[in-house]
């Protein structure tokens, strides 16, 4: 079993930067694939940001391409999202998510362990 939680979440200024963590209990932790979606107000919960299997290589949303920046601290069990030149339209719940199926990065329904999420306000 895999549990998944998720901090880092806050109030920030359009421009600002934000860090957003999950940390996994899992025994296998270096083979557990990791992504991030969120979920603003009344809109579907989308794609942000993915590791793939092999190799640590990372995939984005176009929206976020080139502010946002995926790593992962192994010994830590530990993925990071960093969010620079936030904009009002990234305020959503983020939510971290793993799975050790390869494949369907961008597919939630892809993911099998899910945390509960953190909040992101992002102010004009």
């Known amino acids: 079993q895999v549990q998944l939680v998720e901090s880092g979440g806050g109030v920030v200024q359009a421009g600002g930067s934000l860090t957003l963590f999950c940390a996994a209990s899992?025994?296998?932790?270096?083979?557990?694939?990791v992504g991030w979606f969120r979920q603003a107000p009344g809109k579907e919960r989308e794609f942000v940001a993915a590791f793939n299997w092999s190799g640590g290589a990372t995939y984005y949303a176009d929206s976020v391409k080139g502010r946002f920046t995926l790593s992962r601290d192994n010994a830590k069990n530990t993925v990071y999202l960093q969010m620079n030149s936030l904009k009002p339209e990234d305020t959503a719940v983020y939510y971290c998510a793993g799975k050790y199926v390869i494949g369907a990065l961008a597919q939630q329904r892809s993911y099998r362990y899910w945390g509960k999420g953190t909040l992101v306000i992002v102010s004009s």
């Open positions: 899992a025994r296998t932790f270096n083979s557990l694939l």
